[in-house]
């Protein structure tokens, strides 16, 4: 197994620690490579590595998983410490990597395991890695670099993009070509399934030749001809530009298009104080709203309804400096008098935001306030029908008081019995909202504290019915009878399941039936 020396080993004097970039990561050779080459931002990437926290144990490793862990490189599939140091390394290089807390987990860390703030250190070996990438896993889209594109970062699905692009038979004819450049949306099946799913794995600027099987080519030219059947095309793609276009909400009614990318990773949190400047339009083009300017920016509190909710998750999704342009649905627009089915579009600048104090920097009795005042918002916003909202604040009181070991016996009594009832309260949100399995997960979460918690068994037994977990929804309602054999609610839900049972028998017997008779 690969053994992390600590951070203070002198490791091969002939091989001296260096810095890599001006981020703070530190990288130190302990075994010299093979080769001149390193891998391109794209290359799938395999490596055996052990990683840790500074002057901690060993939190993962590849070889205690038997097998060598692979990434795409530059794609933002591993921490950019990480990232940024192995694109560095040649084949058969073995090397210790610090990473900073910026370039890891951040001032969030990944709890339990990685700590607020905390610097990593990898023990990393190349074993290889494959230029010609294979996008789809079965040979459909295979990929060649042949210019590297600029920075880092990759188009995604719904994203607006410009590629220049020209399509060719086996035998060479043109059937497809775009000197000027092409825009389209990811996603909506430009030209060929081959062509979309490719530039998701290009970068500004780059190049690249796709061989592309019958499968997922195209079927027809810019013209209308026929192509013949089975025909594999060769497209020479570059990616001119692109615009990200993300849909805040999952439901297409609030969907921001990134203008100006803004500065640094940090977002806008639950009960930042921000600093924007925005102007609401109508379809139309007719002025809705303005507020702020560049010499006083309007200022307000995330997640307390100072503003729609769906410009404040769209403002929450953005960057300092971030220039953006948003859609919000008459959904997300209370009390507005918008026309049924219409939208404002917003022209939204951060200019700059401060989040409220991180957990991990209060005492236990802050820490105990503060989940107190999040979850009295929480039943704010439940009584009023924000079910989102509530979901939120009820999320932000648990983590208060999940992770501390050193609240008093008094303190641990209090924070249990918040995180118990935040806990079941955001199950009763989930299950307004339609995410019944995460509403199960937060009553199994109550019932460890409580087992014989009869609202977290009712509540539970209402999501696996949601999700026809037929037997899991009888037992917990069960359990729940023989603790409360009197409460109405119980056994009105025990009726409903028989009902569900029922009918449920009744389709199967049905279907197995007519099964049969087309057998017969």
């Given at each position: 197994m690969l053994q992390l020396p600590s951070s203070t080993d002198s490791g091969n004097p002939k091989f001296p620690e260096k810095e890599i970039g001006n981020q703070g990561l530190k990288k130190r050779i302990l075994k010299k490579g093979i080769s001149w080459q390193i891998p391109f931002p794209g290359d799938q990437v395999q490596v055996d590595f052990s990683g840790k926290i500074e002057g901690g144990e060993c939190f993962d490793s590849s070889i205690d998983k038997g097998s060598p862990f692979s990434f795409k490189l530059g794609q933002g599939?591993?921490?950019?410490?990480?990232?940024?140091?192995?694109?560095?390394?040649?084949?058969?290089?073995?090397?210790?990597?610090?990473?900073?807390?910026?370039?890891?987990?951040?001032?969030?860390?990944?709890?339990?395991?990685?700590?607020?703030?905390?610097?990593?250190?990898?023990?990393?070996?190349?074993?290889?890695?494959?230029?010609?990438?294979?996008?789809?896993?079965?040979?459909?889209?295979?990929?060649?670099?042949?210019?590297?594109?600029?920075?880092?970062?990759?188009?995604?699905?719904?994203d607006h993009v410009l590629v220049k692009y020209e399509a060719r038979l086996e035998n060479g004819s043109v059937v497809s070509k775009s000197e000027e450049g092409a825009m389209f949306h990811i996603g909506d099946g430009y030209l060929c399934p081959g062509l979309g799913k490719a530039v998701k794995t290009m970068r500004k600027g780059e190049k690249a030749e796709l061989a592309v099987k019958s499968f997922y080519g195209l079927s027809e030219n810019e013209e209308g001809k026929r192509i013949p059947p089975d025909s594999n095309l060769t497209i020479e793609i570059e990616l001119v530009s692109w615009t990200s276009v993300i849909d805040i909400t999952g439901d297409n009614k609030v969907v921001k298009k990134i203008v100006k990318a803004?500065?640094?990773?940090?977002?806008?949190?639950?009960?930042?104080?921000?600093?924007?400047?925005?102007?609401?339009?109508?379809e139309d083009g007719t002025v809705f709203e303005h507020k702020g300017t560049n010499?006083?920016?309007?200022?307000?509190?995330?997640?307390?309804e100072h503003i729609n909710e769906g410009l404040d998750r769209a403002i929450m999704s953005m960057k300092r400096g971030e220039h953006a342009e948003v859609t919000v649905g008459a959904e997300y627009v209370?009390?507005?008098?918008?026309?049924?089915?219409?939208?404002?579009?917003?022209?939204?600048?951060?200019?700059?935001?401060?989040?409220?104090?991180?957990?991990?920097?209060?005492?236990?009795?802050?820490?105990?306030?503060?989940?107190?005042?999040?979850?009295?918002?929480?039943?704010?916003?439940?009584?009023?029908?924000?079910?989102?909202?509530?979901?939120?604040?009820?999320?932000?009181?648990?983590?208060?008081?999940?992770?501390?070991?050193?609240?008093?016996?008094?303190?641990?009594?209090?924070?249990?019995?918040?995180?118990?009832?935040?806990?079941?309260?955001?199950?009763?949100?989930?299950?307004?909202?339609?995410?019944?399995?995460?509403?199960?997960?937060?009553?199994?979460?109550?019932?460890?504290?409580?087992?014989?918690?009869?609202?977290?068994?009712?509540?539970?037994?209402?999501?696996?019915?949601?999700?026809?977990?037929?037997e899991k929804a009888e037992t917990d309602i069960k359990r729940a009878l023989i603790i409360d054999p009197h409460n109405r609610d119980v056994r009105l839900k025990y009726k409903e399941l028989k009902g569900t049972q029922r009918e449920y028998t009744k389709h199967q017997t049905e279907f197995f039936s007519t099964m049969i008779a087309k057998m017969g």
């Amino acid at each position: 197994m690969l053994q992390l020396p600590s951070s203070t080993d002198s490791g091969n004097p002939k091989f001296p620690e260096k810095e890599i970039g001006n981020q703070g990561l530190k990288k130190r050779i302990l075994k010299k490579g093979i080769s001149w080459q390193i891998p391109f931002p794209g290359d799938q990437v395999q490596v055996d590595f052990s990683g840790k926290i500074e002057g901690g144990e060993c939190f993962d490793s590849s070889i205690d998983k038997g097998s060598p862990f692979s990434f795409k490189l530059g794609q933002g599939e591993v921490i950019k410490g990480l990232d940024d140091g192995v694109a560095t390394m040649k084949k058969g290089e073995r090397a210790i990597f610090i990473v900073p807390p910026n370039l890891a987990y951040g001032e969030a860390g990944s709890p339990p395991l990685i700590p607020p703030n905390a610097t990593l250190v990898f023990d990393v070996e190349m074993k290889s890695w494959i230029t010609i990438t294979d996008l789809t896993g079965d040979g459909g889209i295979l990929k060649k670099i042949t210019k590297e594109g600029h920075g880092w970062a990759t188009p995604r699905d719904g994203d607006h993009v410009l590629v220049k692009y020209e399509a060719r038979l086996e035998n060479g004819s043109v059937v497809s070509k775009s000197e000027e450049g092409a825009m389209f949306h990811i996603g909506d099946g430009y030209l060929c399934p081959g062509l979309g799913k490719a530039v998701k794995t290009m970068r500004k600027g780059e190049k690249a030749e796709l061989a592309v099987k019958s499968f997922y080519g195209l079927s027809e030219n810019e013209e209308g001809k026929r192509i013949p059947p089975d025909s594999n095309l060769t497209i020479e793609i570059e990616l001119v530009s692109w615009t990200s276009v993300i849909d805040i909400t999952g439901d297409n009614k609030v969907v921001k298009k990134i203008v100006k990318a803004g500065q640094g990773f940090e977002r806008p949190n639950e009960d930042s104080m921000v600093k924007v400047i925005y102007t609401a339009k109508l379809e139309d083009g007719t002025v809705f709203e303005h507020k702020g300017t560049n010499e006083e920016p309007f200022q307000y509190t995330t997640l307390q309804e100072h503003i729609n909710e769906g410009l404040d998750r769209a403002i929450m999704s953005m960057k300092r400096g971030e220039h953006a342009e948003v859609t919000v649905g008459a959904e997300y627009v209370c009390g507005k008098n918008l026309p049924a089915n219409s939208m404002l579009k917003y022209d939204i600048e951060l200019i700059d935001f401060i989040k409220e104090k991180p957990f991990w920097k209060m005492d236990t009795n802050e820490k105990l306030e503060a989940s107190q005042k999040k979850k009295l918002d929480g039943n704010m916003f439940f009584k009023a029908g924000k079910f989102w909202l509530a979901s939120n604040k009820y999320h932000k009181a648990s983590n208060y008081v999940e992770y501390d070991h050193s609240f008093s016996d008094d303190e641990k009594c209090i924070a249990n019995g918040l995180k118990l009832a935040c806990n079941l309260n955001n199950a009763a949100c989930k299950l307004k909202l339609g995410d019944y399995l995460q509403a199960s997960r937060l009553c199994t979460k109550v019932l460890e504290q409580d087992p014989s918690n009869v609202k977290a068994l009712f509540r539970r037994a209402e999501a696996y019915l949601k999700i026809s977990e037929l037997e899991k929804a009888e037992t917990d309602i069960k359990r729940a009878l023989i603790i409360d054999p009197h409460n109405r609610d119980v056994r009105l839900k025990y009726k409903e399941l028989k009902g569900t049972q029922r009918e449920y028998t009744k389709h199967q017997t049905e279907f197995f039936s007519t099964m049969i008779a087309k057998m017969g």
